[in-house]
């Protein structure tokens, strides 16, 4: 312990928290999910889910280092990262949160999440997040909603 640690009293380390998706063409949806996440502890450390473990809807268009990238830069995230290839937990274990934030409509099942969390040692909670509903009648808030309206007009 340092000093200034003994005279300060040790402070906890700040609660994190983690979010994760697909993340292709961002859009006010994810914002909102990332918005609420945030306010779930501290600090934001996203997960980009690879090209690989997107097997159920399309792949996404963007590649894995631009989604990165795009969300890194998003003021609520304190760092994104890329997910990992073939075991998804791996990026848990070594990120030790405290809140993993899943979005509204994640197909993930929380006790199976809960279940294997436990399984693997690691204690934290794990939170649903809300739906961002339209603001305006022309909001797409959906990433597949904007692919099928580019095709539609551009196709
Ligand atoms: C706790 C948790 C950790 C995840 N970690 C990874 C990961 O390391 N690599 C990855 O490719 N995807 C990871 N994912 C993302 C899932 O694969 C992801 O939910 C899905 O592929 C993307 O779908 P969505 O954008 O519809 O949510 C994780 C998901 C959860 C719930
Ligand atoms: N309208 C929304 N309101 C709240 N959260 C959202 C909304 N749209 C997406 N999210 C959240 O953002 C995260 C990443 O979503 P994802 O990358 O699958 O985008 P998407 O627009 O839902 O994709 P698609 O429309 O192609 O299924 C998920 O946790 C999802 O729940």
Do not use: W
Not at 36 to 58: C, F, P, W, Y
Request: proline share 5%; glycine share 6%; with cysteine.
């Amino acid at each position: 312990m340092t000093r200034s640690d003994a005279d300060e009293g040790v402070r906890s380390a700040p609660q994190t928290v983690v979010a994760q998706g697909t993340f292709d063409i961002l859009h006010p949806g994810h914002v909102h999910y990332l918005e609420q996440a945030a306010a779930m502890g501290e600090r934001l450390v996203v997960i980009v889910a690879r090209k690989s473990n997107v097997d159920h809807k399309e792949r996404p268009i963007c590649s894995a280092r631009q989604r990165r990238d795009v969300v890194d830069a998003l003021e609520v995230v304190d760092e994104a990262i890329l997910g990992h290839e073939e075991d998804i937990f791996v990026p848990i274990e070594e990120l030790e949160p405290d809140v993993i934030a899943l979005g509204h409509d994640q197909h993930h099942d929380d006790e199976a999440i809960e279940a294997e969390l436990a399984r693997r040692g690691i204690t934290c909670e794990v939170e649903r997040a809300d739906p961002r509903e339209p603001a305006h009648d022309d909001e797409l808030l959906s990433t597949r909603l904007i692919v099928d309206r580019i095709l539609k007009r551009r196709g």
